[in-house]
């Protein structure tokens, strides 16, 4: 059965992968032909913020998803969310995918609203899905320091949840860092 829509992109951090995140790839999944996932800050790792590298990050999609998406690193550049970031962002997508996105999903941010502004000529639809899980990755790194994998297993994938001791390992690592690891 044809998908309404060629190409659908999220961006995010997934410093950690939780509930909310699955919602957004599985509506992705459901409704585009190809389905790119860019994971941001891709140059950060090591720190309170950004825990887990960019490598810890496209394992746990892919253990997740398999090939079902196409996941690709987009480190920072520094211009905050802005249509020079929707810029940067497109350039990334047309260079990795070969064409343009035509749908943009994620959570509702009203950030995501001026990406794509100085782009000309550009129809890219956007699909925000709703916050129907009370849950955030900074909540998801303070039960790693809290040791409290009975909440935490309810908000993330249950292929993850072995993975626990490692990822609570690496939060309490980089908990009192500041200066990534990776640059």
């Not at 550049?77 to 929707?86: A, D, L, P, R, T």
Request: hydrophobic fraction near 35%; charge should be negative; include cysteine.
């Amino acid at each position: 059965m044809k998908k309404p829509y060629k190409l659908g992109i999220i961006v995010g951090r997934f410093q950690t992968f939780h509930n909310g995140h699955r919602m957004m790839i599985d509506k992705a999944v459901e409704l585009c032909e190809r389905v790119g996932v860019f994971i941001g800050s891709a140059q950060e790792s090591g720190t309170s913020k950004n825990p887990f590298t960019y490598e810890m990050r496209e394992s746990i999609l892919r253990r997740i998803y398999g090939n079902e998406i196409e996941i690709f690193p987009l480190p920072d550049i520094g211009v905050g969310n802005n249509s020079k970031w929707g810029e940067y962002v497109l350039a990334n997508v047309v260079e990795r995918l070969g064409e343009t996105p035509d749908l943009l999903i994620s959570g509702k941010e009203e950030k995501r609203i001026s990406w794509f502004d100085g782009v000309n000529g550009l129809s890219i639809a956007e699909l925000y899905i709703p916050k129907s899980i009370d849950i955030s990755a900074s909540r998801m790194r303070e039960m790693f320091a809290e040791n409290d994998f009975e909440t935490w297993k309810t908000y993330c994938d249950e292929r993850l949840w072995d993975d626990f001791p490692e990822l609570r390992r690496t939060v309490l690592a980089a908990r009192d860092n500041t200066e990534t690891d990776s640059i």
